[in-house]
């Protein structure tokens, strides 16, 4: 019954902020014991796991990645947010929020994603 929706700017410029925001529906980003994930895959790769924000608000982020990604919350409008600063054509990619049982580095997997959007930074 959750679902999942990616929304933000399609197009991102070198060495500003991207920033995405999914929005939850059908259930609530406020339930307890769940964890709600950034999930990216660029190019012709996999998927790369990039971070999470807890029901706490702990958050949890890709060691690569730590020093300039960024996730938030806001319970009142059901809604997570990602933030990665700096940005290269190395960050183009499909972007998708996804939730979690437990932490996804532990062993917990994803049972409801977002469609994916995609993000292209170029000049």
């Known amino acids: 019954q959750v679902q999942l929706q990616e929304s933000g700017p399609g197009l991102v410029k070198p060495s500003q902020t991207l920033s995405l925001t999914c929005t939850v529906s059908?259930?609530?980003?406020?339930?307890?014991?769940?964890?709600w994930n950034w999930i990216r895959q660029p190019p012709g790769k996999g998927l790369e796991w990039m971070g999470a924000i807890a029901y706490s608000g702990s958050t949890y982020y890709r060691p690569s990645l730590k020093s300039r990604t960024s996730i938030s919350r806001d319970t009142s409008k059901n809604q997570f947010t990602l933030q990665l600063t700096s940005v290269t054509p190395e960050d183009t990619a499909v972007y998708y929020c996804a939730r979690a049982a437990g932490v996804v580095a532990a062993g917990a997997s994803y049972d409801y994603w977002g469609q994916g959007t995609q993000v292209t930074v170029s000049s």
């Open positions: 059908g259930g609530s980003a406020a339930t307890n014991y769940y964890y």
